[in-house]
């Protein structure tokens, strides 16, 4: 499976969020459910868009620094996966979702789990890109989360390095 994940490029659908806007997320939100074909929007349906611009990465990123790999996959918008050794193309969202569900669980298994407990003034630094992250527990009706995001720009994606 590692040497899969590695050897794997994922293509996003053209505006991804629009195109599974009508889907359901399986219960783990890693990716969508499969057993509900056709909640997609058609690509015809959504705003214009070009092939050029469709975002083709790798599975895998690999840390510049630190030659670490990451899996690095948002599982909700696949559209399809590309085998980078052979050139097979998997295009069944189905399997495509349940090949990326496979490879994701194992990140949300209880020993992969880090869950802050907050105290006011907290700040909580992450590897954006080499962590799997998201909101948890619920706040009391008068509290507020409050999140600052900082991003350094980058005119590039990662590269494909197999």
Same mark, same amino acid.
């Given at each position: 499976?590692?040497?899969?994940?590695?050897?794997?490029?994922?293509?996003?659908?053209? =505006?991804? @969020?629009?195109?599974?806007?009508?889907? !359901?997320?399986?219960?783990?939100?890693?990716?969508?459910? *499969?057993?509900?074909?056709?909640?997609? +929007? *058609?690509?015809? *349906?959504?705003?214009?868009?070009?092939?050029?611009?469709?975002?083709?990465?790798?599975?895998?990123?690999?840390?510049?620094?630190?030659?670490?790999?990451?899996?690095?996959?948002?599982? #909700?918008?696949?559209? !399809?996966?590309?085998?980078?050794?052979? &050139?097979?193309?998997? +295009?069944?969202?189905?399997? +495509?979702?349940?090949?990326? =569900?496979?490879?994701?669980?194992? +990140?949300?298994?209880?020993?992969?789990? @880090?869950?802050?407990?907050?105290?006011? &003034?907290?700040? #909580?630094?992450?590897?954006?890109?080499?962590?799997? =992250? /998201?909101?948890?527990?619920?706040?009391?009706? /008068?509290?507020?989360?409050?999140? =600052?995001? #900082?991003?350094?720009?980058?005119? /590039?994606?990662?590269?494909?390095?197999?």
């Amino acid at each position: 499976q590692q040497e899969q994940a590695l050897n794997t490029i994922v293509e996003y659908a053209p =505006h991804p @969020y629009i195109y599974i806007n009508d889907c !359901k997320a399986t219960s783990d939100g890693l990716t969508i459910v *499969s057993e509900e074909p056709g909640k997609e +929007a *058609s690509l015809d *349906s959504l705003p214009e868009w070009e092939e050029s611009k469709i975002k083709r990465l790798p599975l895998v990123w690999t840390n510049p620094e630190t030659g670490n790999h990451h899996l690095q996959v948002h599982g #909700c918008c696949v559209y !399809k996966l590309l085998d980078a050794t052979t &050139g097979k193309t998997i +295009a069944d969202l189905k399997e +495509a979702r349940e090949i990326v =569900h496979k490879m994701m669980r194992p +990140a949300i298994s209880p020993e992969n789990i @880090y869950c802050h407990a907050w105290n006011q &003034g907290d700040l #909580c630094i992450f590897h954006n890109r080499g962590v799997i =992250h /998201s909101v948890t527990g619920e706040l009391d009706p /008068s509290e507020k989360r409050l999140m =600052h995001q #900082c991003n350094i720009a980058s005119g /590039s994606d990662p590269e494909v390095v197999l």
